[in-house]
């Protein structure tokens, strides 16, 4: 046993709860520090850990789906903050949702009050020396993120302004949608969907109409940085042809099928390394999400399209992770700071807790001198932990849960219930081998 000094967990939302918790019941001792109620973010209201902000909702609870594949996998290892949500669950629907101040009062009480948790409230101005999970989140205070970016090397954490819709590639109409490349520069890598000019001001005039979301306070005050990426409803207002010269523009585009060149075309850009997940270039939107499906849906090819994660506008730091973060959360130039949660680039309370799980883990691990942990590419968790280290550094944006991130199943299923039970089955069965192999080897 190599403990020298407890592990410090930094923040108090989903990712740090869980962490924090996973390293106590390890064994290992943790300084868990939050700075509510001292210092308040601008989204938070109480002092409780594991505040849900938004939503009281943890997403769909069916297994098959994405969520509720992410929710069974934390059971079987041993969440604390899913344990807590099934036990404060509300009526929902398919959803598992919760009565948010019984389930953040509970979990504070619980984590808190665990003998080797030492629970202190206060900010933390610097990254602390030791074995240290960061689970800040995506309003990190301005001294920790100042000196998150000394050590990172960047010239500046990212400031999230928003975020386009990724589409299944399944649900492309490729009879429409066709591949090509501005130019023909280089080997074709954009999906292009075409418009005719009547298609594109039915488009048009339906994007000018579309109801947006209403920004909150402290989002506003960061509105004068959409400037550099304005929103495409914003774009459509200031005239009928400014997104035929910016992010629709055909030029240089051409359907080998007609030859001919579109009227405006919308660019779909490669997500994975699979191609199964599709970004919708320059589509960041703070459009409603209902209205995003009905109006994304006009355009040509993407009639059918399903979406992963649909366009968000909001104030988020968040670090690049696929440039400094390894699959077991630690970094790679200090492999004793590990980081999880927004911060990571990973999106929704699952995937924070998700990210908590493993961050905990793998730093008790490493102050009980074990290698640390890697789950299965072919578990949610283990795939987007894979998907946030291993995406393209140059154009990486946060990422939820969803079937698009995990290892093909080598058979073609076409009806997509029977596919995603199929993702599930081989998840849980791989999930509880790994397990055991791992009880194994360490007894």
Known sequence: MIMEQPIQVIGGGLAGTEAAWQIAQAGVPVIFQEMRPLRFSPAHH???????????SFGAMASDRAAGLLHEELRQLGSVVISKADEHAVPAGGALAVDRGQFSQDLTETVSNHPLVEFRRGEVNAIPDGIVVLATGPLT???????????????????????????VGESINRDIAFMASRYDKGEAAYLNCPMNKEQYLQFWQALCQAEQTELKDFERETAKFFEACLP????????????????????????????????????????????????????????????????FQLIPGLEKAEFVRLGVMHRNTFINAPQLMQPTLQFKQRPTLLAAGQLIGTEGYTAAAAGGWLAGTNAARLALGKEPLILPPTTMLGALLEFISSASPKHFQPMPPNFGILPDLGV?????QERYGRYRDRSLSDLANWKSQLILTTN
Not at 148 to 167: K, N, Q, V, W
Not at 412 to 416: D, G, S, W
């Open 232 to 295: 495409i409803e914003e774009l459509a207002q200031r005239g009928e042809d400014t997104m035929r010269f910016g992010p629709l523009k055909p030029v240089g585009l051409s359907d080998s099928r007609t030859g001919e060149r579109p009227y405006a075309v919308v660019q779909l850009r490669q997500e994975d390394k699979a191609g199964q997940l599709w970004n919708m270039v320059g589509f960041q939107t703070n459009l409603r999400w209902g209205e995003q499906k009905r109006v």
């Open 46 to 56: 109480t002092e409780h850990l594991a505040e849900l902000v938004c939503s009281n």
């Open 141 to 167: 205070s301005p001294d920790l993120a100042e000196d998150l970016r000394r050590f990172t090397g960047m010239e500046y954490m990212s400031f999230f302004d928003a975020a386009s819709p990724i589409i």
């Open 412 to 416: 073609k299923i076409k009806n997509k």
